[in-house]
């Protein structure tokens, strides 16, 4: 979807608005099984589209010969979350504050979904600035 519309970060922010918006519905209404199974299928589907968007617009704005080191980053930032974020949600539904975890996971996602549109314009306003020449290679 995000190659056909060349704007990645469209994709993104949608995607993840839509996601957290689903999220939100199952930690603020109580919901019928189908219900609840239908918001969560709806919202896993549209964080799911995201994804490949993402990895589009981490290689966009990568620099020249840093892929690698970018994407191992971004993956290692992936992983540590993956390996904090149920320890801390654990914690948080032995509270007893069960609906506290879909309040923080919906931040989270928005938050995601602004810095996505903020590197996006960071990205824009970098590629509007015209690329001058070292002051040594000038005078060769």
Do not use: H, Y
Request: charged share 10%; net charge positive; with cysteine.
């Amino acid at each position: 979807i995000a190659d056909r519309l060349k704007r990645p970060v469209f994709v993104i922010s949608a995607s993840m608005l839509i996601g957290a918006a689903c999220l939100a519905l199952v930690g603020a209404v109580p919901l019928p099984v189908f219900g609840l199974f239908a918001a969560m299928a709806v919202g896993g589907v549209f964080i799911g589209i995201m994804r490949p968007a993402r990895d589009m617009m981490v290689n966009a704005i990568t620099p020249p010969g840093a892929t690698g080191k970018v994407f191992g980053f971004v993956g290692t930032g992936l992983s540590t979350g993956g390996a904090i974020a149920p320890v801390s949600f654990g914690w948080i539904i032995d509270q007893g504050a069960t609906n506290l975890v879909f309040v923080v996971i919906v931040a989270l996602i928005l938050g995601c979904a602004g810095i996505a549109i903020v590197v996006d314009r960071m990205g824009k306003i970098a590629d509007s600035v015209p690329k001058t020449q070292p002051a040594d290679a000038a005078a060769e």
